[in-house]
C-alpha cells in the first residue's frame, strides 16, 4: 500500500468511527459555547464551475510578445530617471514585477550609481520625484537614506509649510515614509505632517483617481497591502490615464486573467479536498471557511508557479482556523488538555475518550500534515520535514491550552504576559515553517532551525502584527461571546485607560513592529533561493491587515464590508479583453 493509499484509508477510518461507542465523557460536565457563525456561502458546486478560458498556449505566447513589446518599448537607454521610475512604480502596482527583474534591477542600478550626478533628480526642490526615487529604491533593497529629505524640512525639523499644498507631493510622501527604519525621526515627521495636510485637503476638487490614491493611503499605505489584491484598481485608475502605454495596460489585463484562470483551478482543488474531507458536517460550531483560506494563501503569494504551495497552505490555514474553534468554543479544559497531549505525542491513541468530532479533528490534522511533509520531501528534496511540522503544531496547540486555562480562570495577563502566548496563537511560525520548506529545497539552504533562529525578530514581529491586527479586527465580538481577554482588554486594565488609548498603543505597536520588518528586510542579503520565502513572510503581515483591519473579522462574517466584492471580483470575474 503506497502513502497516499495508506491516507486514504486512515480517512475512511475517520467517519466509520461515529459508528463506534460513542466518548465516555458526559456532555452535561461542560456546556458548549456558540459563536453563531454563519453558514458557508461559497458552496463547493460554484466553485466547482469556475473555469476561466483563460490559459493554454495561444494566451502564452500573446503574453510572452506583450512583455517583449514593453522591454524593447519602454526599457530603454534614456537620461529621464523620472520617467523610468514612475514605469517601474506602475509596474509594481500592475503586479507585472516577474517578467521584468532583470530590466527592473539594471535600470535601478544605474540611477543608484548616478544619484549625486543626475540632473533629472533634484533632491532639494521636487517633493515628487524625491519620494518616489526614495520609495522605488526602499522597496527594491537599496539602501537609501532619510536625510534626502533634508532640504524639504525647516529649521525647527518639520515640514515646509510651502509643500503642504503640494497633493500629489504629500501622497507620494506618506507611501515613502511607511518604509520607514527604526530612529528615522525625519520619516516620522513626514509621515506625521503629510497624513494631515492629505486629510485637510480639497478631496473633492482633485482629479477623481488622485482623490481615491489618496483615501486608500490614509486608510492603509500600498506597503501594507496586498499587492495582488489591488491590482483591477490600479489597472482601472491606468487606464484612463493617458500617459500610461497602451501595450502595458494590454500585458496587465491579459496577465490579470491569465493568473485569475490558474487560480480558479487551484481552488477547485482544494475545494475537492475540503469536501471529500466532509468535516462541516462533524464540526458544525466551527468555521467553514475555505475561500478566505485560499485568499490568505494568494495573498502570500499569486505567482502561477506556487500551486502547490498555495493548495499546502490552504490546508494549513484551514486546520488553524478549526483547531481555534475546538480550543475557543468547543471543547471543555480537560478535553483540551487530551488534544494537546494527543498534538505534542503525535499519538491518536492520546484522544481516546474524546467527543468523536475532537477525535475527527484530530485525524484530519494528522493525516493532513502526513500528506504535506511527503509532497514537500518528494518536490523540494527536503528530509525528515514531518517531526518540523509537528512541532509547530504542538506549540501553537499549547499556546492555545494557556489561552483556554486563562478563560476557564476569567484571568486577565499583563500584555507582556499576554504576547508571549498570543504571538504563538497567532499561527505565524505554523504558516512560517510550512512556507519555509514549501518554498526553498535542500540543496544550498541552511536548516529551518537555524535560520528561524538568526531571524527570530522577524519571525515575533511578523506574529506581533498578525495577533494585533487580530485582537483589532475581532476583539469587538469575542468581548461579547465572553472569550479569553485581547491586548486592547490586557493594556486597559493593566494601564487602567480606555479603550481609544488601548487601541492607539495597539497600533502605535503595530508601527514600531513594521519598522523593524521593513530593517529586517534592507538588511537581508538577497539570496535567490531564499528571496521567495523572504517575500512571501512579509506578506504575511499584508494579508492580516487585509483580514482584519480593512473590513473587521475577515473569518468571521463573510459578507462584511467589501470583502466578497473582493474575491468576486479577483477569483470568479475576468477582465474584457
Known sequence: ????????????????????????????????????????????????????????????????????????????????????????????????????????????????????????????????????????????????????????????????????????????????????????????????????????????????NLAKHVVHALELSSHRRVRWFNVKGHIDAYEKDNQVNTILIELARLNFNMVQAKLQKDLREASKWWNNLGLTQHLNFARDRLVECFMCAVGLNFQPDYTSFRIWLTKVVNLVLIIDDVYDIYGSLEELKCFTTAVDRWDVGETEGLPECMKICFQVLYNTTCEIAHEIEEENGWNQVLPRLRKVWADFCKALLVEAEWYSRAYTPSLEEYLSIGCISSSVSVILVHTFFSTTHHQGIQEIADFLHKNEDLVYNLSLIVRLSNDLGTSAAEQERGDAPSAILCYMREVNVCEDIAKKNIKDMIENAWKKINGKCLRTPQVPSLSPFINITTNIARVAHSLYQQDGDGFGDQEQGTRILMIQSLLVQPLLL
Not at 83 to 112: C, G, M, P, R, Y
Not at 121 to 137: G, N
Not at 165 to 192: C, Q, Y
Request: hydrophobic share 35%.
Open 1 to 208: 500500500m503506497d502513502f497516499r493509499t495508506h491516507l486514504q484509508a486512515d480517512e475512511q477510518q475517520i467517519f466509520e468511527c461515529q459508528m463506534q461507542s460513542q466518548a465516555s465523557y458526559d456532555l452535561t460536565q461542560h456546556e458548549r459555547r456558540s459563536a453563531n457563525y454563519k453558514p458557508n456561502i461559497w458552496k463547493h458546486g460554484f466553485l466547482e464551475s469556475l473555469d476561466s478560458k483563460y490559459h493554454g498556449d495561444d494566451y502564452k505566447k500573446q503574453s510572452e510578445k506583450l512583455i517583449e513589446d514593453v522591454k524593447n518599448m519602454m526599457f530603454v537607454e534614456t537620461e529621464d530617471s523620472i520617467a523610468q521610475l514612475e514605469l517601474v512604480d506602475i509596474i509594481t502596482k500592475l503586479s507585472l514585477t516577474n517578467h521584468f527583474e532583470k530590466e527592473i534591477k539594471e535600470t535601478l542600478d544605474t540611477i543608484a550609481s548616478v544619484e549625486n550626478n543626475n540632473p533629472c533628480i533634484s533632491i532639494t526642490d521636487d517633493l515628487y520625484t524625491t519620494a518616489l526615487y526614495f520609495k522605488i529604491l526602499r522597496q527594491q533593497g537599496y539602501k537609501v537614506s532619510q536625510d534626502l529629505f533634508g532640504g524639504f524640512m525647516d529649521e525647527e525639523g518639520t515640514l515646509k509649510k510651502s509643500h503642504l499644498s503640494d497633493v500629489k507631493g504629500m501622497l507620494e510622501l506618506l507611501e515613502a515614509s511607511n518604509l520607514a527604519l527604526e530612529g528615522e525621526d525625519i520619516l516620522d515627521e513626514i509621515k506625521a505632517s503629510s497624513m494631515v495636510a492629505l486629510r485637510d485637503s480639497s478631496i473633492c476638487n482633485l482629479d477623481n
